[in-house]
């Protein structure tokens, strides 16, 4: 009987549990025997492997975070981790890996498709940075996590007549500051992709006091190069002459736990079961994405040498409807 292995690796994602359930369940519908890795490359290394049937994945859809549990692994990036985990897997009698992350983590995937493991990656990260799909696991509910935040944001701002900057993830990626801030109707946006100074943001939030609005919230990423400690900073230190004060929310990992959404549970069911589908047919070295609303295939080397853009006419679109 086959057997194939599954883990989870990088910052975890709401609907990455999802997406383990989908690939245990699709793989035992085949024949396979399915097991968990637990704390991601690292419990390859060191052959951390869990048999997994079908009671095992239930009750799991509703829950944040991973079960299998996750990590990031500074042994599995040198050649000798990679080895060690091709050996953990060759003992255990492993056929093939599901790896569900995001970019680190489908780096981690290429370099085993590298050494001819056979390794399929479903895209899953909150930061939505990876190329080869449109949007990937956790993103969905992240972005309501923020945009429920900046609402709230909004009530105490106005009661107040404040201005806010809310800090949301976002390590090279502006992905999900820039949506934070379309939805929630924030009055800027600072993210790596464009460059912005504290003097224009300054002018914006002029214009806002002008306009006779009661509030004012910037949302900006953490990779942005003015992030909200370098923005209040500088805010405070020209405090005179710029006339406001700037607090600061910072959202951080609270964005990562809670309940996936819908779409999310239903991207990870379709995902896990495209990447066991993949696998079945000997389609291996490849990233299982959702691209114009359909499953698609794309080796890990384009995955890992590509960067994935953002829309910048949708920072436009945010400044004009501010
Ligand atoms: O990659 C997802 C992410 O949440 C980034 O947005 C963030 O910069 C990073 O992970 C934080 O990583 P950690 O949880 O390891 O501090």
Redesign the pocket.
Same mark, same amino acid.
């Given at each position: 009987m086959k057997k194939y292995a599954v883990l989870t690796s990088?910052?975890d994602a709401p609907g990455m549990n999802a997406a383990i359930r989908a690939v245990v369940r699709s793989g035992l519908e085949k024949g396979w025997e399915m097991f968990g890795v637990r704390n991601g490359f690292a419990g390859l290394i060191s052959g951390n492997f869990v048999q997994m049937g079908p009671r095992d994945v239930g009750g799991i859809m509703q829950k944040g975070g991973t079960i299998l549990g996750s990590a990031?692994s500074l042994e599995f990036k040198t050649l000798d981790g990679q080895r060690k985990a091709i050996r953990s897997l060759n003992s255990a009698g492993i056929d093939g890996l599901f790896v569900i992350g995001?970019n680190g983590s489908q780096t981690g995937s290429y370099m085993l498709s590298k050494l001819k493991f056979p390794v399929v990656g479903i895209a899953s990260?909150?930061?939505n940075d990876l190329f080869g799909s449109d949007t990937t696991i956790g993103v969905d509910t992240a972005l309501n996590v923020a945009l429920e935040a900046v609402d709230r944001l909004k009530v105490t701002a106005s009661s107040h007549q404040r201005a806010f900057l809310l800090e949301v993830?976002? /390590?090279d990626c502006g992905y999900l500051a820039l949506m934070t801030a379309l939805a929630g109707g924030a009055e800027a946006v600072i993210i790596p992709e464009v460059k912005v100074s504290p003097e224009d943001i300054a002018e914006i939030l002029g214009k806002a006091y002008e306009k006779g609005k009661a509030h004012a919230i910037v949302i900006v990423a953490?990779?942005a190069e003015y992030n909200a400690e370098k923005l209040s900073a500088y805010f405070k230190e020209h405090h005179d002459r710029l006339g406001f004060d700037l607090r600061v929310a910072i959202l951080g990992?609270i964005q /990562?736990g809670g309940t996936p959404s819908a779409y999310d549970r239903i991207l990870a069911s379709r995902l896990g079961s495209g990447a066991v589908e993949a696998m079945a047919k000997g389609e291996t070295g490849v990233l299982i994405g959702w691209v114009h609303s359909k499953l698609k295939s794309t080796p890990l080397e384009i995955v890992v040498n590509s960067k994935k853009e953002i829309d910048r006419s949708l920072v436009d679109l945010a400044r004009i409807l501010d």
């Open positions: 990088g910052g990031r995001g990260t909150i930061d993830m976002g /390590r953490e990779g990992h /990562r």
